[in-house]
């Protein structure tokens, strides 16, 4: 049982540049999560799915695109790479959001991405 | 969503209990209070989580007052690789819990 995987763990990109940040599960959790992480902060939520086919936006999500087109996949596009995107991204997913069957969030390595 | 508030930073020795509070005054009924770890470069990890009184696994015990507004995530004799930062999150009822991450508090354990 993997978890959650995250693919590639480190990456350089230079500024204007395109890349997709890939994360599978195996766990088959209907709710995934797409978090980056600046330096010294907390989380901050970028896109979410509750199910394949549906996708919902965070509290920063320009700059970014998503899909869910299978249970196991929600990779996290971005389009023209800027500085600003420098961070570590997290995805995560659970299994269920109901009150106290929520037992927790599983995440990935990460993914430490910087923008030059 | 319920708002938490913990302290930034703590420090502590190692073999000494440590205790972290979480406030969140305005919890839900419904609201279940989880507790994460994060190591440097790695993802947030569950530890606990409690709805009120007191919840204990292997890792650490959570209390839970009556009023259910404030929350203590207990560290039994912390040793070097407890330091982390440390998130209270708040949430759960609804059907529509997007969890959010604090700044959490960054526990230094000291030889």
């Known amino acids: 049982n993997a978890g959650v995987t995250q693919t590639p763990k480190f990456r350089i990109l230079k500024i204007g540049q395109s890349m997709t940040l890939q994360c599978t599960q195996d766990m088959n959790h209907n709710y995934m999560y797409w978090y980056r992480q600046d330096p010294g902060m907390g989380l901050k939520l970028i896109y979410y799915s509750v199910g394949a086919g549906i996708t919902d936006k965070g509290e920063v999500p320009n700059g970014y695109n998503v899909s869910r087109s299978t249970t196991e996949d929600f990779p996290l596009r971005l389009e023209l790479a800027a500085p600003s995107q420098t961070s570590v991204y997290f995805c995560a997913s659970t299994v269920d959001l109901r009150p106290g069957r929520n037992y927790g969030y599983t995440f990935g390595s990460g993914t430490r991405l910087t923008v030059v | 969503l319920a708002k938490t508030t913990q302290p930034i930073s703590m420090d502590s020795y190692e073999g000494q209990e440590v205790n972290i509070t979480c406030s969140h005054n305005n919890i839900a009924t419904n609201d279940y209070i989880t507790w994460y770890q994060q190591f440097p470069s790695q993802g947030p990890r569950f530890i606990i989580q409690g709805y009120k009184t007191k919840v204990t696994n292997e890792v650490a015990s959570l209390f839970i007052p009556a009023d259910r507004k404030s929350s203590t995530l207990s560290l039994p004799r912390v040793s070097l690789s407890d330091t982390a930062v440390y998130y209270c999150?708040?949430?759960?009822?609804?059907?529509?819990?997007?969890?959010?991450f604090g700044r959490g508090t960054s526990l230094i354990v000291h030889p």
């Open positions: 999150l708040v949430g759960g009822s609804g059907g529509s819990y997007i969890p959010t």
